[in-house]
């Protein structure tokens, strides 16, 4: 891959001719984004980029649709923003009419002559708006409609910008129809170690520029300070060497994201006190790199707080308590003001009545201008994130639509991810947008062999759910039944008893679309709320309950499927033919290992299980009722192994449980299949390994 700046693309796209006519011209010239700073671009070979079709693609929030309104702005290239304009069938031609130049030519004939080229951008949020089935329709009369003419093949004439996927389905078609239109691909990065510094400081200089109250432009140096700090603790955070954030992809992927960059640019502007800002930063000892980014806001939500609190504290005769616009506070204030819903806050404050009424009223005049708030907004991706992870945590209501747009970028995961394992249960109905935004993040497609666990969860109607992260980290926790799966569901396993929603992505009507890749699927009923399902990898579904849209179609990318239970009897999934064993068929060779790994999946560390004194699962329990299925006999032997070796204790219970016992241990699942993997590496006997062996097989 060549690296190269901006500047290159810029000098091989012509300025057009033509221009939109009015201002109700859906395709729009963009005005210059403010503050800008240039990202490197990388592709195979410099000397492409004089094609037909450029295609820009990169991960999620690396700044797509703010290069393609630069370009835009320094060249006068309309934009067709496909966020907000609906196509389908043959809209291209139809759109360009809406240009005009002077002379009154034909702006048809000025697209083809490569000189009136036009950006195709938000193609990721295109799919959502106009559905699967008009953007297939769009991008197919789109190839058509380039060969039209040949008269000029080397002036670029479309500019597609989108994440790799949604580039991909692009590309596609364009190969498809459109054999002989040249076509070259370019890579936008995150932000290197200059490119990042740029871009905070930049952001930092803007709002401070826009505030009365500001210290940034009379601490320039002490801010550098900070950011450095900053940059510091993210790398120990990331367990990176000195040097290492800039040099390796998971820096990168962290530090330079530039939404991140561009919120704490912002917030640097809120800061009244650098110097304890930076101590604060350097003292971290987290072992998460989200963190200092959160220590950063939440010291801007203790600004806020000192705000409100001092001229509310001189108009009350009682003294404040802590919880008066907190943090908590203010997160729980932040999300019911962007939804318009009442400011009750979390409902912690408790003041006498007059003091209440004041301090809803002062609440009311300082959210609107809130340094997390824009224009009744979140001011970015990253701040409305952490809001929203928060209230997600807490069990507020959240609004679909803003939780639809966020889940695609990686930051609900990154803030929630630091709350989840804790004793709260969240909603099965978030569940699918937490996976989304953590399917979404750089950082989880680099961990080999992540896969997500969906089990039954030893709380009542309920299921667990473990996440794997960076560092061998196993986030687990559990939601709330029924569980709900948006968009896509990737690499993950998932076996419970009661029901899965698979909610396609895209409007109700449109073509909603949901993605499977590499899934095994069990479950007693299973939802499809979709008008297409996509299959990827292998897939294997089982349901007992079935239902789906009569018009369901299935789009089988080279995917190797099983059916069981009414997906094996159902159209139009009976008919594909399938080739896959069920997944309970397809585990370890040997049996120890297959139930040691099934139970690290499915028991979270520190569980105590019910079962009856022989230690064989209780017939009432739905948390091990999986048991009696695949290893009735091997299970009670196990446990009284571990027993005898004094890695479980018994008690007896009583009331209902009478008659059973109780299994705590002292070793987790986990543990006990790394060390079946790698003895020497355990603390587990090899006595008690090797008898297991000998006795379980």
Not at 43 to 70: L, N, P, Q, R
Request: proline share 5%; charged share 20%; with cysteine.
């Amino acid at each position: 891959m060549t690296e190269f700046p901006l500047e290159t693309l810029l000098a091989a796209l012509r300025r057009p001719t033509h221009a939109p006519a009015n201002e109700k011209s859906r395709l729009v010239v963009s005005d210059r984004p403010s503050p800008f700073v240039a990202p490197k671009l990388e592709m195979e070979g410099i000397d492409a980029i004089a094609t037909e079709v450029i295609f820009v693609e990169a991960s999620a929030a690396v700044g797509k649709s703010t290069i393609a309104k630069y370009l835009s702005s320094e060249l006068g290239i309309p934009i067709l923003d496909l966020s907000k304009i609906p196509v389908s069938t043959g809209s291209l031609h139809t759109l360009l009419l809406d240009l005009k130049d002077r002379e009154g030519n034909d702006p048809v004939a000025a697209f083809h002559a490569g000189n009136s080229a036009i950006f195709i951008d938000a193609l990721d949020e295109g799919r959502l708006l106009s559905g699967e089935t008009g953007i297939e329709s769009f991008l197919q009369t789109t190839a058509e409609f380039l060969l039209e003419s040949r008269g000029n093949t080397t002036a670029p004439k479309l500019v597609f910008f989108g994440r790799y996927e949604s580039i991909d389905l692009a590309r596609t078609w364009i190969e498809l129809c459109a054999r002989d239109v040249r076509c070259t691909t370019i890579q936008i990065g995150f932000f290197d170690k200059d490119g990042a510094w740029n871009l905070i400081q930049a952001y930092a200089k803007s709002a401070a520029e826009a505030s009365t109250t500001s210290q940034y432009l009379q601490h320039e140096e002490s801010a550098k300070n900070l950011i450095a700090a900053y940059f510091d603790a993210i790398e120990n955070a990331l367990g990176l060497k000195p040097g290492e954030l800039w040099t390796t992809n998971q820096g990168k992927a962290f530090a330079g994201y530039a939404p991140v960059l561009a919120a704490v640019g912002s917030l640097l502007a809120g800061i009244d006190n650098f110097v304890v800002m930076t101590n604060r930063i350097k003292s971290y000892g987290g072992q998460e790199a989200w963190g200092v980014i959160e220590t950063v806001l939440e010291e801007i939500l203790r600004r806020e707080q000192g705000k409100l609190v001092a001229p509310l504290s001189s108009q009350c005769k009682t003294t404040l308590p802590e919880s008066v616009y907190d943090v908590e506070e203010q997160l729980a204030l932040l999300v019911q003001y962007v939804d318009g819903r009442a400011l009750e806050g979390a409902r912690r404050v408790a003041l006498p009545s007059q003091d209440m009424a004041k301090y809803q009223d002062m609440v009311q005049r300082q959210l609107p201008d809130h340094p997390f708030i824009r224009q009744r907004e979140f001011g970015n991706a990253v701040l409305g994130s952490v809001v929203l992870a928060h209230a997600l945590y807490k069990g507020q209501q959240v609004s679909q639509d803003r939780l639809i747009s966020l889940s695609r970028q990686p930051f609900i995961w990154r803030s929630i991810s630091r709350l989840l394992g804790k004793p709260e249960l969240i909603s099965g109905e978030y569940l699918g947008y937490i996976l989304n935004s953590y399917w979404n993040d750089e950082l989880t497609v680099n961990v080999a062999g992540a896969k997500v666990y969906i089990r039954p969860s030893e709380i009542n109607d309920a299921a667990f759910v473990q996440i794997p992260y960076l560092g061998g980290r196993i986030i687990g926790f559990s939601v709330i039944l029924p569980v709900k799966v948006y968009g896509i569901a990737s690499h993950c396993d998932i076996d419970i008893l009661g029901q899965v929603i698979l909610e396609g992505s895209g409007a109700r009507g449109s073509g909603r679309d949901f993605r499977l890749q590499n899934v095994n699927l069990v479950a007693d009923t299973v939802a499809v709320e979709s008008d297409t399902v996509r299959l990827d990898g292998n897939v294997w579904m089982e349901a007992q309950e079935l239902s789906a849209p009569p018009h369901l179609r299935l789009i089988r990318n080279g995917a190797k499927v099983g059916w069981g239970g009414q997906f094996a009897r159902l159209y139009p999934w009976n008919k594909e033919i399938a080739e896959l064993r069920p997944p309970y068929d397809d585990q370890p060779s040997d049996k120890l290992t297959k139930l040691v790994n099934e139970c690290a999946i499915r028991f979270p560390a520190g569980i105590t299980l019910i079962l009856n004194p022989d230690f064989s699962p209780t017939r009432d329990d739905p948390q091990t009722r999986w048991i009696s299925r695949h290893f009735s006999v091997e299970f009670p032997r196990l446990i009284q192994l571990m027993h005898d070796h004094h890695l479980a204790s018994t008690d007896p219970t009583y009331g209902s449980g009478f008659g059973k016992v109780k299994v705590r241990f002292s070793t987790n699942w986990v543990d006990f299949y790394r060390a079946l993997e790698d003895p020497s590496s355990s603390r587990l006997s090899r006595d008690f390994l090797d008898q297991a062996r000998r006795e379980i097989g």
